[in-house]
């Protein structure tokens, strides 16, 4: 059994920095792929990015070279650098750890945490 819990959510100013961070607990070392989406009010949720157990990384457009994320595999945790926010960055965001335990497949969410870009 594996879960999630994000931190690091707030209130910023456009051009501003924040830095999230997924922590999962339980069997962490089953876990294969981190991500994290985002859901802005009256928006379908989106990947913002996605790590794999290798480190390769996916990020969506609208945040690449803005946004990184880090993975530690050893202690199941990903973080998410967020630098030049902008107001269309404020959203939910979410983490989902996905993998095998046991022969079955899972995918587990956090809670999700709220970033907001406003002055």
């Known amino acids: 059994q594996v879960q999630v819990a994000e931190s690091g959510g707030g209130l910023v100013q456009p051009g501003g920095s924040l830095r999230l961070s997924c922590v999962a607990s339980?069997?962490?070392?089953?876990?294969?792929?981190m991500g994290w989406y985002r859901q802005a009010p009256g928006k379908q949720r989106e990947l913002v990015a996605a790590?794999?157990?290798?480190?390769?990384?996916t990020y969506a457009p609208s945040v690449k070279d803005r946004f990184t994320a880090h993975r530690v595999n050893a202690n199941g945790t990903m973080y998410l650098q967020m630098n030049s926010l902008r107001p269309e960055d404020t959203a939910v965001y979410s983490c989902?750890?996905?993998?095998?335990?046991?022969?079955?497949?899972?995918?587990?969410w956090g809670q999700g945490i709220q970033v907001t870009v406003s002055t």
């Open positions: 989902l750890a996905g993998g095998n335990y046991g022969g079955d497949t899972f995918g587990v």
């Open positions: 339980g069997d962490v070392h089953s876990i294969d792929a």
């Open positions: 790590v794999s157990t290798g480190g390769s990384t």
